[in-house]
Nanobody, 124 residues
């Protein structure tokens, strides 16, 4: 599977961005698996941001982004989104989308397929 993330950029604190991640590959049944977003800030370990179940009916968020970020998916387009509002400088990171091998999110270890990342920079 190939996961192509896009939508990153430079935004002022308080602003918004929407990230997209398109999945391709004949052997990856996108609509059957949970998808997620992770991020890695400079000098820090990669951390979980959000995940969504196969149908979109269940969503999961890190405490640091809950209420500000919204994950969604369009199975017809094999695409998962991350709407980010009220951005803070501490949200600055490379954001990665990831594909799970399970239908629902159980933990970060579910994810075995990774995209190349897109950089989000939030200025103060």
């Amino acid at each position: 599977v190939q996961l192509q993330a896009s939508g990153g950029g430079l935004v002022q604190a308080g602003g918004s961005l929407t990230l997209s991640c398109a999945a391709s590959g004949r052997t990856f049944p996108f609509s059957s698996y949970a998808m997620g977003w992770f991020r890695q800030a400079p000098g820090k370990e990669r951390e979980f941001v959000a995940a969504i179940s196969w149908s979109g009916g269940s969503t999961y968020y890190a405490d640091s982004v809950r209420g500000r970020f919204t994950i969604s998916r369009d199975n017809a387009k094999n695409t998962v989104y991350l709407q980010m509002n009220s951005l803070k400088p501490e949200d600055t990171a490379v954001y990665y989308c990831a594909g799970s091998g399970r239908s629902y999110y159980h933990g970060p270890s579910d994810f075995g397929s990774w995209g190349q990342g897109t950089l989000v920079t939030v200025s103060s």
